[in-house]
């Protein structure tokens, strides 16, 4: 659950904690700094065989923050005078996925807080959903960018972040493949929980509220929000 470090000179609009505008910087000194800043956090639901599954990515293992762990299906800055809702450009850039906006459904914004390298990474994240049931290898995810696409059973991924089983069986593709493969995912599989300021500090719930607007969204439910 990253807002990712592909171009530290990248203009980023500076806020306050409740996201009133304060100017702009680059992304070096946003994170150097630790000011406020916004972005789009995504996640894809696919119905597999009557059973709702979240789709994640496989931060790849060159990445500077997280390599290697499993993340949300698309996450991302919004650039200067981007909207939260243009964040779905993340979707086509890290899976190949173009979808249009009115396909998102916003759930509201959390603000977090993660350690990184070089500084401190201080987001108002705008967290949404949105159905995509294309099978898992008609993904096209940036190799630079994802290792591989992963299918999460959402009911069996609350269980595991729960910390009610150990490990879940999953679904595979790797990057640049068309081959489906089995693999055990287990908590530390995922990228940390982050710090969610005004939750006592206790770094605990992000995964779970995801997953659990995952259930709703796919049984139907409207309204949905965090």
């Known amino acids: 659950m990253s807002g990712d470090e592909i171009v530290d000179d990248e203009i980023l609009d500076v806020v306050d904690e409740w996201g009133r505008p304060l100017g702009a910087a680059d992304r070096r000194t946003v994170h ?7 972005v789009a956090h995504i996640l894809l639901i ?8 979240a789709v994640l ?22 650039a200067a005078g981007e909207t939260p809702m243009e964040g779905i450009r993340e979707l086509r850039e890290e899976l190949g996925v ?16 993660d350690e990184i390298p070089g500084g401190v990474n201080r987001e108002l994240v705008h ?24 299918d999460l059973p959402v009911a069996a991924g609350i269980d595991l972040v729960a910390r009610r089983r150990a ?19 287990v908590a530390g599989d995922l990228v ?16 779970t509220v995801a997953l659990v607007m995952a259930q709703r969204f796919a ?5 949905l929000a965090i």
């Open 127 to 150: 967290l949404f959903l949105a159905r995509d049931d294309r099978p898992l290898e008609e993904y096209d995810p940036d190799l630079s960018e994802v290792s591989a696409v992963v």
């Open 219 to 223: 049984s139907g439910e409207k309204g």
């Open 98 to 113: 173009d979808l249009a906006t009115d396909a998102l459904v916003p759930l509201g914004i959390r603000r977090i807080v």
């Open 32 to 38: 150097a700094e630790g000011l406020w800043h916004r």
């Open 46 to 53: 696919a119905d597999r065989d009557g059973v709702p599954t």
């Open 57 to 78: 990515q496989e931060r790849a293992l060159h990445k500077a923050t997280f390599p290697g762990l499993l993340d949300l299906s698309a996450t991302g800055h919004l």
């Open 167 to 185: 490990a879940v069986d999953c679904r595979v593709c790797p990057a640049g493949s068309e081959e489906v493969e089995e693999r055990r995912v």
């Open 192 to 207: 940390p929980e982050p710090l969610l300021v005004g939750d006592g500090g206790n770094g605990s719930g992000y995964w």
